[in-house]
């Protein structure tokens, strides 16, 4: 069974939840949400941005670090952004809404295609930067 609380970080009662992919090599190896080099410049985006890193909630759709950082045997789109995804990649975003379900964030913002696919089924997160 995953210990699924290690890759996540912050209050139920968190206005804002950030969605990342899945943990990296550095997450997945000490045991935390957002912890590597891209969790240290979530927070320093976060913070020019006038925004307590506590004040969030951390998660990620994957709550397993993927072999060589590879997603693509469970989610992955064609050039026309058709998704392929398998019943792990299911699993893991049920899993996530009843989650999302559970907090009380009015704010919810992926950090990828990945996760903007897992929250809106739309594709092409590049697209809708400031959306």
Not at 78 to 90: M, N, Q
């Amino acid at each position: 069974m995953l210990d699924i609380a290690r890759f996540i970080e912050g209050d139920l009662n968190a206005p804002i939840v950030l969605i990342g992919e899945a943990p990296g090599e550095v997450e997945a190896a000490a045991g935390g949400a957002f912890i590597g080099p891209a969790g240290e410049l979530l927070t320093q985006l976060l913070t020019s941005a006038g925004i307590n890193r506590s004040r969030c909630r951390l998660d990620n759709v994957f709550q397993f670090h993927p072999a060589g950082n590879n997603l693509s045997p469970y989610i992955s789109f064609s050039s026309k952004g058709v998704a392929r995804i398998s019943s792990i990649y299911e699993q893991q975003v049920d899993a996530l809404r009843r989650r999302l379900s559970a907090t009380s964030a009015k704010v919810f913002i992926p950090l990828g295609n990945i996760s903007l696919y897992a929250l809106t089924g739309i594709h092409g997160i590049l697209k809708r930067r400031g959306s």
